[in-house]
């Protein structure tokens, strides 16, 4: 069963970067959607930025087009987000998750997710 491990989390002033990463334990096209996922305080967990890991495909919320980047390293088992202009809107935990079968509908509703992270800790704060 496939493992994934992030990291980068902490605390940023607003209009600040982080770069969060996932490692995972295998990497290969059979888990074919790799991304990130938050939670807010009191909210729902939500996707935020995924791609395929054939890198056809990514995908960036609307709510952070344009300050969040999602990226790939596959020979260091690695997706990464690049987060720049934080708002304390940003602050969450953000989790990473690996699908088979694409960036499907499921993989963006949370359904038949093959594995989550841990989750890491983003504050964004003055």
């Known amino acids: 069963q496939v493992q994934l491990v992030e990291s980068g989390g902490g605390s940023v002033q607003p209009g600040g970067s982080l770069r969060l990463s996932c490692v995972a334990s295998e990497y290969t096209v059979s888990l074919s959607c790799m991304g990130w996922f938050r939670q807010r305080p009191g909210k729902e967990r939500e996707a935020v930025a995924a791609m395929t890991t054939r890198g056809s495909y990514t995908y960036h919320a609307d709510i952070v087009k344009g300050r969040f980047s999602i990226s790939q390293d596959s020979a260091k088992r690695t997706v990464y987000l690049q987060m720049n202009s934080l708002k304390p809107g940003d602050t969450a935990t953000y989790y990473c998750?690996?699908?088979?079968?694409?960036?499907?509908?499921?993989?963006?509703?949370?359904?038949?997710?093959?594995?989550w992270g841990q989750g890491t800790l983003v504050t964004v704060s003055s």
């Open positions: 998750a690996a699908k088979r079968g694409g960036c499907n509908p499921d993989y963006f509703n949370r359904i038949g997710i093959d594995a």
